[in-house]
């Protein structure tokens, strides 16, 4: 028995268009509703100590130095990589920056050259985390790993591990100014933060760090130079940290060999919430904003409360899992 | 042979599976009897994963009903269609391939003794497995990984039987085997026939169809269109015009106009790669289409892939309107004009998470940009034209690729070439996972690319298919090219030929 049902001549029509972004944009929403709750949160519990102006800057000043590196680590976590070594290379570069010889120099011909030799020292160790993970093919979790230990080593040995003093005046004027009540730091992590949406989002950078994140032997066989990139996305990384370690500098007056000691994992988690997969391919910088705030916003209510790091940090390993989660339900959702 | 008196051993009527949005299947009916090979067919998207799902208890069914041996059943998860008899060998092998093949055949239901392995026991009934299906060969303790693809497919088979499964649900079997490997295959599927075990037998090549199979259901837009159809005789026309809902005047559009003579857009001169292929060398025009052919695992995909920059040549030059293409370098090749539309698609030729306009442009990202500034309104608004050309559907470029069948993700792949006015375009098995209606639209887009001055080369493992497309066939055996000529001088009879001479001249040079 054959039975051949009468085939229709039609031709499929074509679906409607998808909202575009929505899946980031309920994320995003989810962030910033989270970010409202742990303000009413604040507001309730601490009252006007944490409503106030005051308090505002204070959590920003906090969150410069997560948050710069946070960029950074957007561009090689998108790239699909991951570094370990952002504390030490933040350690490392204030120690550098801080030394009797740097100073010096900087009373010589003004304290730019610290800056410069923090943000130099970020940008060749990031260098070289890059080269050898794109070009020595070493997985990029071992290849950092190596370099946070030998990072922070070395900024041991050249600090002997003492606390170092800046006694620069020009330095700690300029990034200790508030003009219009707002802290130089302040104004450098907003600066940062949009130059770095603006590059993954607006450029041709970005463009090839989602490709090279999302597949790259695809993007290596569309003629992207993926080794080179890579490199490229760990650089920059090394680079903001240079920037972040000028900045905890300037908030501590010091530097020193466990400055940013478990930073990345801060980093690392607030980037994650964020909404960048840890896989790479899909990342954003509104979004590790929302996750660095968040965590900031949150050990500020916590010590308000006069509650210890310790419940601080169970409190935000629990965050970290929900916020998987939930990343989890909303990447799911979509057909 | 098929034995229409016997009652069915599974009967599905009407089978409905709603997801968010989409009716995947919207009416299915299919009946299998013991010692059948029953195959399924349909483009993608027809519903057939869907189906197997359902199948392998992996889905749940929303309307209709599913009877074993007459009596009702439903299966609330995999473990639960195993118990009923029906096993299921996934396309991508579902085995761990840091495990023992013994391990493997035994994953799940573990023969153990107080929670502790019985490790003799099970490699033992492993071997017998292995033994039932003619290959011994394969011992239960080697480890999984290191086993080739066809040897993976007679692994997941044991496991299916030593399931005591009555039906095995087959998906795409031989996309990853060569003709000897696929000559293999068929032999246990008919054992397992004469043995009184179902075969559900999908795949997209008619021929192998109509080698093995006993009858066929057809499915269309989640339903079934055409059951109970003989497998051997049913015309090809017939098959394509159920599947598609129209007909195919001519599967291979002819050139239109003689090729004009010219220097040639590619030229490869004694390329060679150690231990790969050496002494290749082959000239194509523009506008032409030459075609290598050739068994897997000949060196054709390796050629491909060296021309391109994507492999470094060891020995010879690769030039491209007469340059010379800096070796080993992809990235060299693209900007001489170069595209190649690669064998693996999803892991090596797209960003399956992308929306299709970003992977259309992804060849061109530099090209929409102004220092460095990426201008997304033009990239999107000439990828989109690009994917109009070539006629992706549905037409909506912001759709993520991964949700396109496997005929419009390869069109996406030409669209980017397209889209970089490349000179000449490497084709590695273009129709691999492609439906027979999209397959057509692939192929006079192919001959549209060479009408307009494209030189082109082209891998196929479907003899047919390269000697249909090209102007020129090149044979590769054993890393060597060994015919060069017209096509329509040799037939697919004549490749083997070739092919096979090859191969016995090294066997006497080996007793020699």
Not at chain 1, 177 to 204: S, Y
Not at chain 2, 29 to 34: F, H, I, Q, S, T
Not at chain 2, 269 to 296: H, W
Not at chain 2, 402 to 431: F, I, Y
Request: charged fraction near 20%; proline fraction near 3%.
């Amino acid at each position: 028995m054959t039975s051949v049902q009468d085939p229709s001549l039609t031709v499929p029509t074509p679906r409607a268009r998808e909202p575009r972004g929505s899946v980031g944009l309920a994320r995003n929403l989810g962030l910033v509703i989270a970010l409202v709750i742990l303000c009413v949160v604040g507001v309730v519990t601490a009252g006007d100590r944490f409503a106030s102006t005051d308090n505002l800057i204070t959590i920003l000043r906090l969150a410069t130095v997560t948050g710069i590196i946070a960029v950074g680590m957007t561009f090689v976590i998108t790239g699909g990589g991951i570094d370990l070594s952002v504390g030490a290379l933040v350690a490392l570069s204030s120690v550098w920056a801080t030394t009797t010889g740097t100073q010096a120099m900087a009373d010589d011909i003004g304290w730019v050259a610290m800056v410069f030799s923090a943000v130099l020292v970020g940008t060749v160790c990031g260098a070289i985390n890059g080269l050898l993970v794109a070009y020595g093919r070493v997985v990029p979790f071992i290849a950092t790993l190596a370099m946070l230990a030998s990072a922070r080593g070395l900024a041991e040995v050249i600090a002997d591990r003492k606390t170092q003093i800046i006694r620069n005046q020009g330095f700690t004027d300029f990034f200790g100014a508030e003009p219009l009540g707002i802290p130089v730091i302040v104004i450098i992590f907003a600066l940062v933060t949009m130059a770095g949406w603006f590059l993954l989002n607006r450029t041709t950078f970005g463009r090839r760090t989602f490709a090279v994140g999302g597949n790259p032997e695809a993007a290596r066989l569309a003629g992207i130079k993926v080794q080179r990139h890579t490199a490229y996305l760990y650089t920059l990384l090394g680079t903001t940290c240079g920037i972040a370690a000028v900045m905890l500098m300037s908030r501590t007056t010091t530097g020193s060999s466990t400055h940013g000691t478990q930073l990345e994992l801060d980093v690392i988690a607030a980037v994650v919430i964020g909404g960048t997969l840890l896989s790479g391919g899909r990342g954003t910088i509104v979004g590790t904003l929302l996750g660095v705030l968040i965590f900031m916003t949150l050990t500020n209510v916590f010590t308000l409360n006069n509650l210890s790091t310790s419940t601080q940090n169970v409190a935000k390993g629990v965050i970290i899992v929900i916020a998987v989660l939930l990343q989890q339900r909303i990447a799911n959702r979509k057909p | 042979m098929a034995h229409p008196t016997t009652a069915p051993l599974l009967e599905m009527r009407g089978i409905v599976k709603q997801f968010p949005g989409v009716r995947a299947l919207d009416g299915v009916d299919l009946v299998v009897r013991a010692g059948e090979v029953h195959c399924l067919l349909g483009q993608n998207g027809a519903g057939k994963s869907t189906l197997i799902k359902v199948l392998a208890g992996a889905h749940g069914v929303d309307e209709g009903t599913i009877l074993w041996q007459g009596e009702p059943v439903s299966f609330a998860d995999p473990q639960a269609a195993l118990a009923t008899g029906i096993a299921t060998i996934y396309q991508e092998l579902d085995l761990v391939d840091g495990l023992s093949v013994a391990d493997n055949i035994f994953l799940g239901h573990e023969r153990a003794r107080g929670g502790v392995a019985r490790r003799a026991e099970m490699n033992r009934a492993a071997r017998d497995l292995l033994a039932t299906l003619g290959h011994s060969e394969i011992r239960p303790t080697r480890e999984v990984g290191s086993l080739s693809a066809a040897g993976k497919q007679i692994v997941s088979m044991a496991r299916a039987l030593s399931r005591n499964a009555r039906v095995i649900v087959m998906d795409e079997p031989s996309a990853v085997l060569d003709p000897d490997e696929v000559d293999g295959l068929f032999r246990v599927v008919g054992d397992l026939r004469a043995s009184g075990t179902a075969i559900v037998y999908i795949s997209h090549r008619l021929e192998e169809i109509r080698r093995i199979g006993d009858r066929l259901t057809v499915l269309k837009d989640g339903a079934t269109v055409a059951s109970d159809l003989p497998a051997k005789d049913t015309p090809t026309s017939e098959l394509i015009t159920v599947m598609t809902g129209r007909t195919v005047s001519s599967v291979f559009p002819r050139r239109s106009a003689p090729l004009p003579d010219g220097s040639p857009a590619l030229s490869v001169d004694g390329l060679g790669r150690t231990g790969e292929f050496a002494g290749v060398s082959f000239d194509v025009r523009p506008g032409e289409i030459v075609g290598l052919a050739g068994l897997v695992g000949a060196g054709r995909s390796e050629i491909v892939e060296t021309v391109y920059g994507a492999r470094r040549a060891t020995s010879g030059t690769v030039r491209v309107g007469g340059r010379a293409l800096r070796n080993g370098s992809v990235d060299a090749a693209v900007r001489a004009g170069l595209g190649l539309c690669p064998e693996e698609r999803k892991s090596q030729g797209l960003i399956l998470d992308d929306a299709v306009y970003r992977n259309i442009s992804l060849a061109s990202i530099g090209r929409f940009s102004r220092f460095g500034l990426s201008t997304d309104g033009a990239e999107r608004q000439a990828a989109h034209d690009a994917a109009r050309s070539v006629d992706i559907r549905p037409d909506a470029p912001e759709r993520i690729i991964r949700t396109l069948s496997g005929g419009n993700q390869q069109k996406a792949v030409l669209a980017r070439w397209l889209l970089r006015s490349c000179k000449v375009l490497l084709l590695d098995e273009p129709t691999r996972g492609v439906d027979v209606g999209s397959r057509a639209e692939i192929y006079a887009l192919i001959r549209q690319l060479a009408d307009s001055g494209v030189a082109l080369v082209i891998v196929s493992s479907d003899i047919d298919e390269v000697l249909g497309l090209s102007d020129r066939i090149l044979v590769i055996a054993e890393g060597a090219v060994v015919h060069d000529g017209p096509s329509d001088a040799i037939d697919a009879h004549g490749v083997l030929d070739h092919i096979l001479a090859t191969h016995e001249h090294d066997q006497q040079e080996d007793v020699a």
